[in-house]
T-cell receptor, first 114, second 109 residues
Framework: DAGVIQSPRHEVTEMGQEVTLRCKPISGHDYLFWYRQTMMRGLELLIYFNNNVPIDDSGMPEDRFSAKMPNASFSTLKIQPSEPRDSAVYFC????????????FGPGTRLTVT | AQRVTQPEKLLSVFKGAPVELKCNYSYSGSPELFWYVQYSRQRLQLLLRHISRESIKGFTADLNKGETSFHLKKPFAQEEDSAMYYCALRTANTDKLIFGTGTRLQVFP
C-alpha cells in the first residue's frame, strides 16, 4: 500500500501563475484533509471532505484557494493566482472515519512561489 | 476560539535525559488530544491519543483538564526520538484537528 499519494512533490512557480496540487487518498477512506505547513504558523487545516463533499472550508485563506474532490480517489487544491506568501508545504491526509481515527498523511508538496 | 499552544520551537537534550514537550490547549468543552510525530524524511504520523492512555515508544501524555495541558513525556530520551512533534486538539461535533506550531526535539549522543 503506497499510502496517500501527492503530486507534484516539489513545485516552483512564478507569482501570478496557477498552481494545482493533487492528492490520492487511501482506498476506502471516507475523509480527506488538506493542510498547509509553515514555520510561523505550523500545520493549518485548509479544508476537509467527507464522502467527497466539502464539510469545512473555514481554513481556506482567501478566494484564490479552491479545492475539489470529484470522486473518492482524487482531490485537487488550486491556487490562482499564486503569491509568494503561499510558499509552504501542503499536506493531504485521509482517514477511514472522522473523530478519533488516525489521519494518514501524504509526503507533502513543497511549493515555492517566486 | 479553540487553540493549541506549543511554547517551545526547539528542545535539545542529551541521550538518556528526561524529555517533556509542552502542549496547552484552550477549549471549554471536553477535548480529545493527540500527539503526531514527523521523523526526518518520513510522513507525519500519529504517536498517541489521550483516550487510549497508552505508552508508545516510551512516550506518555496525560490530559490535565485543570491546567488544560497534554504534555508529552519520556523518562530517557534516545537519539531516534529526534523529530518534529505536533500536539493536536479535536473538539466536539467535528472531525477536524487543530494543530499546534510544533516542537523540534533534538537528542544528542
Amino acid at each position: 500500500d503506497a499510502g496517500v499519494i501527492q503530486s507534484p512533490r516539489h513545485e516552483v512557480t512564478e507569482m501570478g501563475q496557477e498552481v494545482t496540487l493533487r492528492c490520492k487518498p487511501i482506498s476506502g477512506h471516507d475523509y480527506l484533509f488538506w493542510y498547509r505547513q509553515t514555520m510561523m504558523r505550523g500545520l493549518e487545516l485548509l479544508i476537509y471532505f467527507n464522502n467527497n463533499v466539502p464539510i469545512d472550508d473555514s481554513g481556506m485563506p482567501e478566494d484564490r484557494f479552491s479545492a475539489k474532490m470529484p470522486n473518492a480517489s482524487f482531490s485537487t487544491l488550486k491556487i490562482q493566482p499564486s503569491e509568494p506568501r503561499d510558499s509552504a508545504v501542503y499536506f493531504c491526509a485521509s482517514s477511514p472515519h472522522g473523530g478519533l481515527h488516525e489521519q494518514y498523511f501524504g509526503p507533502g508538496t513543497r511549493l515555492t512561489v517566486t | 476560539a479553540q487553540r493549541v499552544t506549543q511554547p517551545e520551537k526547539l528542545l535539545s537534550v542529551f541521550k538518556g535525559a528526561p524529555v517533556e514537550l509542552k502542549c496547552n490547549y484552550s477549549y471549554s468543552g471536553s477535548p480529545e488530544l493527540f500527539w503526531y510525530v514527523q521523523y526526518s524524511r518520513q510522513r507525519l504520523q500519529l504517536l498517541l491519543r489521550h483516550i487510549s492512555r497508552e505508552s508508545i515508544k516510551g512516550f506518555t501524555a496525560d490530559l490535565n483538564k485543570g491546567e488544560t495541558s497534554f504534555h508529552l513525556k519520556k523518562p530517557f530520551a534516545q537519539e531516534e526520538d529526534s523529530a518534529m512533534y505536533y500536539c493536536a486538539l479535536r473538539t466536539a461535533n467535528t472531525d477536524k484537528l487543530i494543530f499546534g506550531t510544533g516542537t523540534r526535539l533534538q537528542v544528542f549522543p
